[in-house]
């Protein structure tokens, strides 16, 4: 079951651009690498996922250097709307989540 | 957004009673979870399920049993609720273990108190 390791915490600022990395060492060849977006209150969400390179949609990207080693999401100009706990998951059979990054976006 | 449904949405009970949570979908996905959200800990897998009567232990299984007769529906028992069992307990469906192209939608949660 590859584990994954990302920061606790994170803070920014309305406008700049978030990067969270996630570290997945023994990450399986078939995994797939994914993110979720948890608001208070409110159960996680899908927000992106990916096997190699760099995956884009309208949220977020994700990059995904060659070795797949680790990961970064990859968030473009954030908002107040932005602030949320983002887990990445590795899985390998379960789903599961970890205490995953509290961004915290300021004004 | 998916169908997901869990009942009830919120519940206050005492130690050493029985409490059963409800999870309950439309969209016909094999693979069902049960997962409990406390502070400093993110979120903990309990038990989930590969299919109807078809269920395995998570990280966090003890004092909880789980079962699946519908394809529709997973129920979480705790078969003598305690005081560290208060937590909020989210419901997932997933059309498989590992999202190869897929993803898990969750639902709205199931505030549980036990005093």
């Known amino acids: 079951l590859a584990k994954t390791t990302q920061p606790i915490s994170m803070d920014s600022y309305e406008g700049q651009e978030v990067n969270i990395t996630c570290s997945h060492n023994n990450i399986a060849t078939n995994d797939y690498i994914t993110w979720y977006q948890q608001f208070p209150s409110q159960g996680p969400r899908f927000i992106i996922q990916?096997?190699?390179t760099k995956v884009t949609n309208e949220v977020a990207s994700l990059f995904i250097p060659a070795d797949r080693k680790s990961s970064t999401l990859s968030l473009p100009r954030v908002s107040l709307s932005d602030t949320a706990v983002y887990y990445c998951l590795a899985p390998g059979g379960k789903l599961i989540f970890g205490q995953g990054t509290e961004l915290s976006v300021k004004p | 957004d998916a169908g997901i449904t869990q009942s009830p949405r919120h519940k206050v009970t005492e130690t050493g009673t029985p409490v059963t949570l409800r999870c309950h979908q439309t969209e016909n996905h094999r693979y069902m979870y049960w997962y409990r959200q406390d502070p400093g800990h993110g979120l903990r897998l309990i038990h989930y399920?590969?299919?109807?009567?078809?269920?395995d232990k998570g990280e966090v299984s003890d004092g909880y049993s789980v079962s699946r007769s519908k394809t529709e529906d997973f129920l979480l028992t705790l078969e003598s609720a305690t005081s560290s069992q208060t937590s909020v307990y989210f419901c997932a469906i997933s059309e498989s273990p590992t999202p190869f192209g897929t993803e898990a939608f969750f639902g709205q949660g199931t505030r549980l108190t036990v005093v």
């Open positions: 399920s590969y299919g109807v009567k078809d269920t």
């Open positions: 990916g096997y190699k």
